[in-house]
Every structure is written in C-alpha cells, then in structure tokens.
C-alpha cells in the first residue's frame, strides 16, 4: 500500500517542476517585451530630444525674422518719410523756379522798355552780356542801315535786380495769385485742385467759383452752384465741357485769376457704355425719393423703362426723344430727375456718386445713339459720338 502513494507523490512533482519551467519561460518572455519597450521609450525620448531642439531652433529663427521684419519696416517707414521730403523740396524748388521765371521774365519786359525808351547808339556788346536780341526782319530797323543795339546786362545785374523785386513784395504790396494750374485727371468723378503760389495773401482769403463752358459756344459759360472751393469734382454734366476756374485775391481792385481745362471721361466708363450699346441694354438700380420705393431704370435701344424692383414687371416706359432728360442734383450727388417724353418725370436716388454719373452718361448715349440712328453706325462707341481729350 505504501508505493501507490510515492508514485503519486512523483507525479505532483513532475507537474509543478513543468510548471515552473513554464512560468519562468514566461518571465524570460515578459523580460524580453520590457526590454524591447524600454528600448522603444529611449528611442522616443532621443526623437522627443530632436524635436525639441528643432522647435527651439524654429523659434529662434521666427523671433529673427520678426527682428529683420521690424527693421524693413522701419527702413520702409523711413524711405517713405524721405519720399514725402524729397518730394515737399521738389515741389518747393519748382515753386521757386517758376517765380524766378516769372521775375526774369518781368524783367526781360523792363530791360526791352528801357532800351526802346533810351535809344542809345550803336556798340559792340562783349561776351559777357546777359542780353542781346537780333533785330527782327520785318522791323523798320532791318531796313535802315542803322540798327539799334541794346544795352549790355550781366547775370549779377539781373540777379541784384530779382532780389530788389522780391524784397518789395513785386513792389506794391497787393495780394495777387500767380503760376495758378489745375490739378488733377480732367476726367468725370476725379478731384480736381487749384494750385498757385498766392503773394500777400492766403489761400482761404481768395474767392474761387467753378464755370461750365459749352464745347463749341464759348459765350455759353454756365456758373455751377455750389462750386466755390479751390477743389471740385465733374460730373457727368461736365462730360465734353470746358470747366474755367476763377480766383480773386482779396482787395478792392484785385482782378480774376483763370485757368481751363477739357473734361472727359475715364476708360472704364467709356468701356462700360460702349459694352451697353453694342448689348442694346442696360440696367441700374434707383430708389424713388418720394416713396423710398426701390425700382430699375431699364436701357434698351429705343426705349427707356421703369421697372419694380426684381426688374421684370414693368412700371413705365418711353421711347427716347428730344424730351428725354435728366437733371442731376448739385447739393446731393446721388439724386436726379428724370423727364421723359410723355410728361412722366421721377425724382430718383442711385446707389453712388458714380452709378449716378454712369447711369446719365449712358442714359444719354443711347437716347442720342436712337434719335440719330441713322448717321450712327451699328458698333459705332462713345468715342465717336463724343469725341475725346485725347488731343
């Protein structure tokens, strides 16, 4: 009965012994997927490294770059700020240079005065004279063996001369505007400014007032309300006019100051009407003063429309004749007044200054375009109709 039980008893040995060989088996296993991952996190933690030090050198090199970018910009400020010098020194010298020819000039008269007045004998000018005009062919003294010489000037005499002048405030003292120009783009919707060099006196103690002449009838000059500043924008009424623009200087016997230019129109505009003609319509939006009600004024080639708001149900209608007018507001540069011919007239608000003077120049393009259908041709542009300044 006693070696059953040590039979048995070597059994149970042999299972746990297989057990734990198997259990360390495992371990070893298990040791191995530790050391693998220990590995992997050094291997993370080198490339974390890496990626740190790459961010650091990033953002070295963008606190750099925002350095070198404040520097451009200074240096831009500052090349701006020398522009605007240089250009304030441009102009100032200009300035002085056409008042130096104006002087010159005044003094050139006063040196020819001088010496048809003396009248002196004849003599031989040196090299060194400021001023020694040929006689002209036709004068009386071409013909006659005796010719008049005139008096030797040297650039010292004239510059002590200029310098007299100027310090006697062109010797009167009266407030006077001379080199006066307009500047600007002659053109419909752009500032034009009045430029001059004003002599003791300010710019805002002279009075400016605008003129509208008609192209082809100088005696028709029309003064444009509410046009007395030294700056003024054209409208489309100005379209293929000459604006004067007039100055006086402040005094009781000062005397206008005028200069002109020719208006027309930019390329845009004339580009965008030529592209509604060759189409044969046209369309803008207006709201009507009255009823503050949006509507569409419709452009076609014979007719002129009215239109409620989405443009499809029409309101009024007219073909274009010599009636056909619109009147443009000079206190409120969006609103107008349409006449058309059946004695339908609208008090109307564009959108802009701009799509105002568009909707005019265009609006009276085709009107003209179907009252002279017949001497227009069929892609004939606003150019032809109207002319240009390009001239």
């Known amino acids: 009965m006693g070696k059953p039980r040590m039979v048995v008893k070597n059994d149970n040995d042999k ?8 259990l360390r088996r495992h371990i070893h296993a298990q040791d191995d997927e530790m050391q693998a991952l220990v590995d992997q996190i050094k291997c993370m933690r080198i490339l974390l490294e890496g990626f740190q030090e790459a961010v650091k050198d990033g953002e070295a090199r963008v606190v750099l770059a925002e350095e070198q970018t404040h520097k451009l910009e200074d240096q831009l400020r500052r090349s701006k700020e020398d522009v605007k010098a240089r250009d304030a020194e441009i102009a100032r010298m200009e300035q002085e240079y056409m008042a130096a020819e104006h002087k010159i000039a005044e003094l ?3 040196i020819k005065r001088e010496t048809h007045e003396s009248n002196p004998p004849a003599q031989e000018s040196t090299p060194d004279t400021f001023f020694t005009p040929p006689t002209h062919p036709s004068s009386p003294a071409s013909t006659s063996s005796a010719t008049v010489a005139f008096p030797a000037r040297t650039f010292a005499d004239v510059r002590e001369a200029l310098a007299s002048a100027a310090s006697e405030d062109n ?3 009266q407030p006077s505007v001379d080199d006066m120009r307009i500047e600007g783009s002659p053109l419909v919707g752009h500032v034009l400014r009045v430029r001059a060099r004003f002599a003791n006196c300010q710019k805002e103690e002279c009075m400016f007032q605008w003129f509208r002449i008609r192209e082809g009838d100088r005696t028709h000059v029309t003064e444009i309300s509410n046009a007395t500043k ?3 924008t054209p409208n489309s009424d100005d379209f293929a006019t000459v604006l004067r623009v007039e100055c006086i200087p402040p005094g009781e016997n000062s005397l206008p100051v005028k200069k002109e230019t020719r208006i027309d129109m930019d390329q845009r505009t004339r580009s965008k009407i030529d592209e509604m003609l060759s189409n044969g319509k046209g369309s803008f939006k207006v709201v009507t003063l009255e009823e503050e009600a949006p509507r569409t ?5 014979h007719k002129l429309k009215i239109r409620d708001a989405t443009g ?5 209608k007219d073909e274009y004749s010599t009636a056909t007018e619109i009147l443009l507001d000079e206190w409120e540069n969006e609103l107008f007044f349409l006449h058309m011919a059946r004695n339908k007239d609208y008090t109307l608000r564009a959108t802009s200054t701009q799509e105002r003077d ?27 109709m109207f002319g240009t300044n390009d001239a």
């Open 312 to 316: 499809k149900t029409t309101l009024s």
């Open 358 to 384: 568009l909707l005019a120049l265009a609006t009276r393009h085709f009107a003209y375009a179907h009252i002279n259908r017949k001497s227009v041709r069929r892609r004939g542009t606003s150019r032809e």
């Open 230 to 232: 030294d700056e003024y």
């Open 171 to 173: 010797g009167t003292g």
């Open 108 to 110: 050139e008269e006063s």
């Open 297 to 301: 004024l419709v452009l076609e080639k």
């Open 15 to 22: 299972v746990l012994q297989d057990t734990i060989l198997s």
